[in-house]
């Protein structure tokens, strides 16, 4: 990693003051401590995925939430909401994907995670907003149908209801991505990230998402970077640790 690679955006390419703004903005982050409370399959694979792509020096610290240890009284006192993802950057912990994402775009503005056009980098929240609130409820709504109904005998069509939410999500995933290698422009980016995770996680219920051509062509490209095959061999390592 050179030194200009965290730095800001420079002014010009011999622009003394740019050239001390990226040092003094490498040395910050070359000190600065960060930590992602992650689990194999969780939505936590988002920020992974984002911080390897900014080059970021980072370590995990692993939850195993089949064991339900994003619940116990350590844990709460990082996230008391128990859940991941939480960034910890120098012992200040930040909650919710979509808070997190941005953080890393801000802080790694070289990167080029979110888009640097203004009406743009507003409608990449709007598609990370959507992801949280509009595609992941209907992801947990068929893997965890006791906290939608607890009647006796109504969770399968508690899960078929989630499914039909969920199709109508991608269908219109399907749209935004017609033509389009990533959703904003030719670079992977944030939305790019997190939606790949709602994608990967709906096809896990057994669905065939064949249907949506343009969704699994770009987790077919998603998967072919480096950030998330650096992702597959940490979720298999983890998974045999626990």
């Not at 370590?59 to 240890?69: C, I, K, R, Y």
């Not at 991941?84 to 979509?98: R, S």
């Not at 896990?204 to 650096?230: I, P, W, Y």
Request: proline fraction near 5%; charged fraction near 20%; glycine fraction near 8%.
């Amino acid at each position: 990693m050179t030194v200009g690679q965290q730095g800001k955006r420079a002014a010009g390419p011999h622009c003394p003051r740019a050239d001390h703004d990226n040092l003094t903005h490498y040395l910050r982050l070359s000190a600065m401590k960060i930590t992602l409370a992650f689990a194999p399959g969780a939505c936590a694979i988002a920020p992974f995925i984002l911080l390897k792509e900014a080059g970021a020096d980072f370590d995990t610290l692993d939850l195993n939430m089949a064991a339900g240890q994003h619940h116990t009284p350590d844990y709460l006192k990082i996230n008391p909401k128990g859940k991941v993802p939480a960034l910890i950057v120098d012992g200040t912990v930040i909650t919710e994907n979509v808070a997190i994402q941005t953080w890393i775009d801000r802080q790694f503005p070289t990167a080029g995670l979110m888009p640097s056009d203004p009406m743009q980098y507003i409608q990449a929240l709007s598609v990370l907003g959507w992801c949280g609130s509009g595609i992941h409820p209907k992801l947990t709504q068929q893997a965890r149908t006791e906290r939608y109904c607890d009647t006796p005998g109504a969770a399968a069509r508690v899960k078929e209801l989630g499914h039909e939410g969920m199709v109508e999500q991608f269908a219109l995933a399907e749209q935004m991505l017609a033509g389009k290698t990533w959703f904003f422009g030719e670079r992977f980016g944030c939305a790019d990230a997190y939606f790949y995770w709602t994608f990967r996680r709906g096809s896990a219920f057994g669905a065939d998402l064949s249907r949506f051509a343009n969704c699994t062509a770009h987790r077919a490209r998603v998967e072919a970077r480096a950030s998330v095959k650096a992702l597959f061999a940490h979720e298999e390592a983890v998974k045999a640790k626990f």
